[in-house]
């Protein structure tokens, strides 16, 4: 595994934003143009709560690598000092494990497998 010099909140972060911006663009794609209509369903997905659903799904169809498996692991021990507002720990923890991910594929230049996870992310979420 190569070293990571960014610690699980940063790629966090970078992760969520990443996240966002495909889901907005998303449902832009799928014809939705009203702002209510838009934040609701983009609220869905990129909540704790939806994160979690979705990277629970993921890890069942063995979707993630070994190296990502690490990442996500940092991601779930990450310290955090804020809270969600509508989900409890163990969820929210799960959702930053998954925004790490995202982002540690964005900043180490594994974007040919950050776009095939957006991709994931995206289709399990069409389904919540």
Known sequence: MEIVTHNATSL???????????????????????????????????????????????MQEDFFTEEEKQILHRGRNATI????????????????ALEALLGYLYLY??????AQCLDQIVEKGDSL
Request: charged share 30%.
């Open 12 to 58: 966090a972060w970078m992760g969520d934003a990443l996240m966002t911006l495909r889901v907005r663009k998303h449902l832009l794609d799928k014809g939705y143009q009203k702002a209510d209509v838009l934040q609701k369903k983009s609220a869905r997905l990129c909540s704790a709560k939806g994160q979690a659903v979705i990277l629970d799904r993921l």
């Open 81 to 96: 000092h804020s809270k969600a507002k509508n989900a409890d720990g163990q969820t929210y923890l799960k959702a930053t």
């Open 109 to 114: 230049d594994h974007h040919q497998r950050l």
